[in-house]
């Protein structure tokens, strides 16, 4: 099955400052990877998502980027704000027996902007 | 509004008492999924419904049941809880179970002491 790396497991940056967080996925036919951020007391919310036919992918402030010869992403948090401050996760979708898929999470990185 | 509820939010009980966390969506998804989350572990996927009547493992099921009699509900089980099943669950529902709508939105959590 698929196995997901995530690093650094935690990471402080002084507000203003970029933040960035790597993947790595062990299955080469996964095909699309999200990135969720989970706030304290909240479930996980898809943040941005990046599909294997796409090499970079940006919203605003967040940017992911995708290596698939490499099979590692990354996230990209520019000009960080206290709001920023979480627990992010990657994860990486693998392909099951009839047709479905299951999405595999890293461990996640809290990540907490310092003002 | 569109969300995923879960019930009870909090849950402290004993060894061996049978309990069952439910879980709902109002968004018509096809696919449905139960994570537990702990500590340096990140989420783990424990059961998963591609339908109604159409369920099958995820990486850690033992210990726990689950069953999708209606398409919104997705109850968690626990027939003898011990406390190695003490954890934060997510409940999580996606449109499609065969992909290209992955987004998954996750319920709140529940968090569950077994003594």
């Known amino acids: 099955g698929e196995n997901v790396e995530q690093h650094p497991s935690t990471l402080s940056v002084q507000e203003g400052d970029s933040a960035v967080i790597k993947c790595t996925y062990s299955?080469?036919?996964?095909?699309?990877f999200p990135w969720y951020k989970q706030e304290l007391g909240k479930g996980p919310q898809l943040i941005i998502d990046i599909r294997s036919n796409v090499g970079e992918k940006k919203d605003q402030r967040i940017a992911v980027t995708l290596n698939k010869t490499a099979k590692h992403f990354s996230l990209h948090i520019t000009e960080t704000q206290p709001e920023d401050s979480a627990v992010y996760f990657c994860?990486?979708?693998?392909?099951?027996?009839?047709?479905?898929?299951?999405?595999?999470f890293g461990k996640g990185t809290k990540l907490s902007v310092i003002p | 509004e569109a969300q995923v509820t879960q019930n009870p939010r909090y849950l402290i009980t004993v060894t061996g008492k049978k309990l069952t966390v439910t879980c709902s969506q109002n968004m018509n998804h096809e696919y449905m999924s139960w994570y537990r989350q702990d500590p340096g572990l990140g989420l783990r996927q424990i059961y998963y419904s591609m339908n109604v009547e159409v369920t099958d493992k995820g990486d850690v099921p033992e210990g726990y049941k689950v069953s999708r009699k209606e398409k919104r509900n997705f109850p968690l089980i626990l027939e003898s809880p011990s406390p190695n099943q003490t954890s934060l669950y997510f409940c999580?529902?996606?449109?499609?179970?065969?992909?290209?709508?992955?987004?998954?939105?996750f319920g709140p959590g529940t968090r569950l002491l077994v003594l």
């Open positions: 999580a529902s996606s449109l499609f179970a065969a992909g290209g709508q992955e987004t998954q939105y």
């Open positions: 994860a990486a979708k693998g392909f099951k027996g009839a047709g479905s898929y299951q999405l595999t």
């Open positions: 299955d080469s036919a996964s095909n699309y």
